[in-house]
Every structure is written in structure tokens, then in C-alpha cells.
């Protein structure tokens, strides 16, 4: 769901419902400029790429990252925009390319009793 909160009104006017996860932990624009946003879902362990440009009728999803096995926490674009960078409920850190939607790195943090693991 996008909402404008620009106007006075502080309840914001609805703008788009988009599909997608039905909850956001967290989301982020790519850093080259602000119409592709990353939405991570902590129900569904999943990451949702979309293009949000000027006219919200044209707003889309571009990429759905699938993988995690529990709920994806936090993310963000690398600083030059290329790659995708997530963290889950899993213990796992992940690479993903945005255009694919592969993985391309997952490295375990965390093992199942808590304590600290390593790269796959």
C-alpha cells in the first residue's frame, strides 16, 4: 500500500495498493535515484522489487527474491546499486542479483543453537 504524506493531512491519501507480501518489516530505495524500491516481508521470507515512477499506474514489480527460510529483517542496495543485501530470521546474510533474482552469496551467521557459523 503507498500512501502520499506530503499534503496537511497526516493520515496521508492512498495512492496504489501494490501486489505483493501483506506485511513490510522494512524497505528501501536504490540509491542512484528514487524510483525502485525493495520491500522485505517478515511473514513470507521474501523480498519484493518494485519501479515506482511519477504516475502511479505504472508502478510494477520487477523482482520477487525468494530464499530465505524465515522472515527477511532487514536489506538495502549496495552503495552502487547492483546488488541487493538482506538479512533473515534464518541466521543467513544474502547477495542477491536484482536483475535474476539469484542468489549469489548466502553466508550463515548464525547456526540453529544461536552461536556463530560459516560461509556456504
Not at 513470507?44 to 524465515?70: A, R, S
Amino acid at each position: 500500500v503507498v500512501y502520499d504524506c506530503s499534503a496537511a493531512d497526516t493520515a496521508g491519501t492512498l495512492v496504489k495498493t501494490l501486489e505483493g507480501p501483506s506485511d513490510v518489516e522494512w524497505c528501501c530505495f536504490h540509491p542512484k535515484g528514487g524510483t525502485v524500491l525493495l520491500a522485505g516481508s517478515i511473514a513470507d521470507g521474501t523480498i519484493w522489487m518494485y519501479h515506482t515512477p511519477p504516475n502511479p499506474n505504472q508502478y510494477k514489480c520487477l523482482q520477487v527474491f525468494v530464499g530465505h527460510e524465515g522472515g527477511v529483517t532487514a536489506g538495502a542496495f549496495t552503495p552502487d546499486g547492483k546488488w541487493v543485501v538482506s538479512a533473515g530470521q534464518d541466521g543467513t546474510i544474502r547477495v542477491w542479483a536484482p536483475k535474476t533474482g539469484m542468489s549469489r552469496h548466502v553466508f550463515r551467521v548464525m547456526d540453529q543453537s544461536g552461536g556463530h557459523d560459516h560461509q556456504e
